[in-house]
Each structure stands twice: as C-alpha cells, then as structure tokens.
C-alpha cells in the first residue's frame, strides 16, 4: 500500500541555519504531494504541495520538489527563523481524493535563537 | 469565515466508557474527515463523510464510528474505550473532497484521555 517515510526527529538548528528535512514515498499511480505543519497546541496547516512530477511547492521560504524518479519530497528553508519551530508532516493523497491523506510519523523542528 | 471548530477541546473517560466527539466544517464545505494522532501511531485515518454517507474509511475497528447530519456537522463515536484510544483527534473540512486540488481545513481537535 501507500506509504511516507520522513526523517527522524527531534531536529534542532541555530537561527538562520538551512534546513533539509527527507521525505520519500512508496505509492501507485501519481499522488499529490504535501507537507503539513503543526505548531504547538494547533491543528494541522497545509505548508505546501505538489501536484505532479517536477513540481515545485512552495510557502513561507520553504520549498519541496515532487521527484518521481527518486520517490521523493524533501522540505527545504535556507534561513530557519525561531517561529519556524513546530512539527512538519510528509504526507500523499491520491488523486482520486483530497480527503483521504497518508501522512509520515512527523519530524519536530527546534530552532534556537 | 470561521474555521472547523471540534468540542469539546478535552475529554476525559474512563475504560469501557463512549464518547462522542462533534466537528463543524467550514461553512459551505460539504466533505468532513477524521483522523486520529498518537505518539505511537502518528496520524491515521477514520473515516469520511459526504453528504451524510460515508464514502471512505480506514483500519479501524468497529468501535470507531461516525455520522454527518444535513447541515455537514460530523460527530464520530468511539464505544468501549480502551486505553489506547487516547489520542488528539483531528477533523478536517473540505469542499467537495474529491481531488487532489482541494484543501483540506483542519480543526484544533480533541484531545481524549481514557484512564
């Protein structure tokens, strides 16, 4: 079945560091591609997504490429800020359905002032 | 426009008890989704509805069930709680549900304590 693997956490960076947080995915057909965010004692906000292959998502700084050829939708912000600390989820759905979303175990971000 | 509200915000039951949880969608938004977040299992998917049928669910067992009244409002129920049914339960709204180009709102959820 359909399946998102991400990067473990916690992950903890100096402001203004890079950030790369791996994504890679195992799934039938072409789904659509997203990251979520979760900032502490919130629901869950859509950061960005990916339609088709060799899209580019982007949101806030941070961008993510639909690779097909590697399975992969790696997140990416060249200067983290401290307000950028939250939880990010790789997540697919399939086309079919926007509803019904596969989501990764979840990465935390700490970014130190 | 208001957001997906979920209530309560937190709830607290005891094993063998049920329990209700209650999602209003965004106003307009006719598909409504469950998910449910732990530690363990990470966020997986219950169920969802549209037109007050369910159209897709996930792996769960029959305890795990769900209802949308005409106005899209969602409650899901969860009998006989065991205590690895705590958990943040999340719900989410979105227009019609049926494309990848449709956003899905999510509420701020409930987070259920069974002791």
């Known amino acids: 079945g359909n399946s998102v693997t991400q990067m473990e956490g916690p992950v903890t960076l100096s402001e203004e560091a890079f950030l790369t947080i791996n994504c890679t995915y195992t799934a039938t057909g072409y789904p659509s591609l997203f990251w979520y965010v979760q900032y502490p004692g919130e629901g869950l906000q859509l950061l960005l997504k990916a339609t088709k292959a060799d899209d580019k998502g982007s949101n806030k700084g941070f961008e993510a490429t639909y690779r097909k050829e590697t399975t992969s939708f790696h997140l990416e912000k060249g200067s983290v800020q401290v307000s950028d600390s939250a939880v990010y989820f790789c997540?697919?759905?399939?086309?079919?359905?926007?509803?019904?979303?596969?989501f990764g175990s979840g990465t935390r971000l700490s970014i130190r002032p | 426009k208001a957001g997906v509200t979920q209530t309560p915000r937190y709830l607290i039951k005891t094993r063998g008890q049920q329990v209700t949880l209650s999602c209003s969608p965004i106003s307009g938004h006719r598909s409504v989704s469950w998910y449910q977040q732990t530690p363990g299992q990470g966020l997986q998917f219950l169920f969802e509805?549209?037109?007050?049928?369910?159209?897709n669910k996930g792996n769960f067992p029959g305890r795990f069930s769900g209802r949308q009244f005409s106005n899209s409002r969602s409650e899901m129920n969860v009998s006989t709680l065991e205590l690895g049914d705590s958990a943040l339960y999340l719900c989410a709204s979105s227009l019609e549900g049926l494309t990848h180009n449709e956003k899905l709102f999510f509420g701020s959820g409930t987070q259920l304590s069974v002791l």
């Open positions: 509805y549209f037109s007050e049928t369910q159209r």
């Open positions: 997540a697919l759905s399939e086309r079919s359905s926007a509803s019904k979303i596969i």
